[in-house]
C-alpha cells in the first residue's frame, strides 16, 4: 500500500514557475514507479512525467520536455516536479500516482498502470 498527498499547487502568470511535491507513506513507496499525470477541464488525463526507481530513469511527455523536471527522494518519501515556463495550457489538475514494481529501471506511461492515486492539486496559469 502506498499513500499519496500532493502539495504545492497554485496560480501563476505565464512564464512563472511552481514545484509540486507529493508525500508518500507505505513499505513499497522505494520500490515504485512513480508519475504525475494532469487532466485539463474537458481533455482525458495525460501523463505529464515519469520516474523509474533504482536505476532512476525518467521520461517527459513532448509538451513539457525541457520545461518539467521530474525528482524523487526516497529517503523522505517524496516526488516533485519543478514546472518552469508555465503556460495556460498547463492549466490542469495534477495527480502523482505510483506503481509498485519488481522492475527497476522501468518506466510506466499511461494511468491503467498506476494502482496508488494522490487527491490531486489544482494548477492554473494566468495569461
Known amino acids: 500500500q502506498v499513500q499519496l498527498v500532493e502539495f504545492g499547487g497554485g496560480l501563476v502568470q505565464a512564464g512563472g514557475s511552481l514545484r509540486l511535491s507529493c508525500l508518500a507513506s507505505?513499505?513499497?513507496?522505494?520500490?515504485?514507479?512513480m508519475g504525475w499525470f494532469r487532466q485539463a477541464p474537458g481533455k482525458e488525463r495525460e501523463l505529464a512525467a515519469a520516474?523509474?526507481?533504482?536505476?532512476?530513469?525518467?521520461h517527459y511527455a513532448d509538451s513539457v520536455k525541457g520545461r518539467f523536471t521530474i525528482s524523487r527522494d526516497n529517503a523522505k518519501g517524496t516526488v516533485s516536479l519543478q514546472m518552469n515556463s508555465l503556460q495556460p495550457e498547463d492549466t490542469a489538475v495534477y495527480y502523482c500516482?505510483?506503481?509498485?514494481?519488481?522492475?527497476?529501471?522501468?518506466?510506466?506511461?499511461?494511468?491503467?498502470?498506476?494502482?496508488?492515486w494522490g487527491q490531486g492539486t489544482q494548477v492554473t496559469v494566468s495569461s
Open positions: 500516482a505510483a506503481k509498485p514494481t519488481p522492475y527497476s529501471g522501468d518506466l510506466y506511461y499511461t494511468d491503467d498502470n498506476y494502482a496508488y
Open positions: 507505505g513499505r513499497t513507496f522505494g520500490s515504485s514507479a
Open positions: 520516474i523509474s526507481w533504482g536505476i532512476v530513469r525518467t
